[in-house]
Nanobody, 119 residues
Framework: QVQLVESGGGLVQAGGSLKLSCAAS????????MGWFRQPPGTQRELVAR???????NYADSVKGRFTISRDNAKNTVYLEMNRLEPEDSGVYYC?????????????WGQGTQVTVSS
């Protein structure tokens, strides 16, 4: 079993900041990329930011310059620092890990954490 446990969501006013964390544990041999996706109400899940083991990052255009993704490989943990938040950033944020175990390489997801930005 693989567990991805997220924390750090909540309610914040526009212009404020939040930091999300996600720790992966369980049946893990190696993790390649980790990232954050979000799903605003009534829309599909979309990539927010992603980081590889070698710290190569990519961001959605809408968050560039405001969000920063980072990773602690020793702790199998990924972070998302979100600054200058906008109401459009609201949604459920899901942690994702592409990892290798006895089942091969697969994507795993956290349970999601709610981020609400009030105007």
């Amino acid at each position: 079993q693989v567990q991805l446990v997220e924390s750090g969501g909540g309610l914040v006013q526009a212009g404020g900041s939040l930091k999300l964390s996600c720790a992966a544990s369980g049946n893990i041999f190696s993790i390649n990329a980790m990232g954050w996706f979000r799903q605003p109400p009534g829309t599909q899940r979309e990539l927010v930011a992603r980081i590889t083991t070698g710290s190569i990052t990519n961001y959605a255009d809408s968050v560039k310059g405001r969000f920063t993704i980072s990773r602690d490989n020793a702790k199998n943990t990924v972070y998302l620092e979100m600054n200058r938040l906008e109401p459009e950033d609201s949604g459920v944020y899901y942690c994702n890990a592409y990892l290798f175990n006895n089942r091969g390489w697969n994507d795993y997801w956290g349970q999601g954490t709610q981020v609400t930005v009030s105007s």
